[in-house]
C-alpha cells in the first residue's frame, strides 16, 4: 500500500504563488506517473500536470506557462509550482500516482492511488 499527504495550499491574492508538496510512503513505487488532479465545486476533477519517473512531463492547456510539476525522488516527494494564480484556478488539489505503462493518463481510473486533497483558494 501506499499513502500520499498533499500539502502547501492555502489562500492567495490573484497573480499569487503557491507550491504544493505530495509525499508518498509505504510500498517502493518504481516506473509510474505522478498527477496532481483538481477539483472545483459542482464541476468534474480534472487532471492538472503528471510527471512520469524519467522526468517527461505533461500539462493541461489551463495551467501551461504558469505551473510546474516536479518530483524529487529521493524524497519520494511531488511538487507543483503554481505561479500567476487566477480565481478559476481555485480547487481542491489531489496528487495521485498511476503505473507509467499508461503514461499520465487524464482518467481518474487509472491512477491507484490518491491524496487526501489540499485547498487552493485565489481571490481576485
Known amino acids: 500500500q501506499v499513502q500520499l499527504v498533499e500539502s502547501g495550499g492555502g489562500s492567495v491574492q490573484t497573480g499569487g504563488s503557491l507550491r504544493l508538496s505530495c509525499t508518498g510512503s509505504?510500498?517502493?513505487?518504481?516506473?509510474?506517473?505522478m498527477a496532481w488532479f483538481r477539483q472545483a465545486p459542482g464541476k468534474e476533477r480534472e487532471r492538472v500536470a503528471g510527471?512520469?519517473?524519467?522526468?517527461?512531463?505533461v500539462y493541461a492547456d489551463s495551467v501551461k506557462g504558469r505551473f510546474t510539476i516536479s518530483q524529487d525522488n529521493a524524497k519520494n516527494t511531488g511538487y507543483l509550482q503554481m505561479n500567476s494564480l487566477k480565481p478559476e484556478d481555485t480547487a481542491m488539489y489531489y496528487c495521485?500516482?498511476?503505473?507509467?505503462?499508461?503514461?499520465?493518463?487524464?482518467?481518474?481510473?487509472?491512477?491507484?492511488?490518491w491524496g487526501q486533497g489540499t485547498q487552493v483558494t485565489v481571490s481576485s
Open positions: 495521485a500516482v498511476a503505473k507509467s505503462v499508461y503514461g499520465c493518463p487524464r482518467r481518474q481510473s487509472f491512477y491507484e492511488y
Open positions: 509505504g510500498d517502493t513505487l518504481r516506473d509510474i506517473c
Open positions: 510527471i512520469l519517473t524519467d522526468g517527461t512531463t
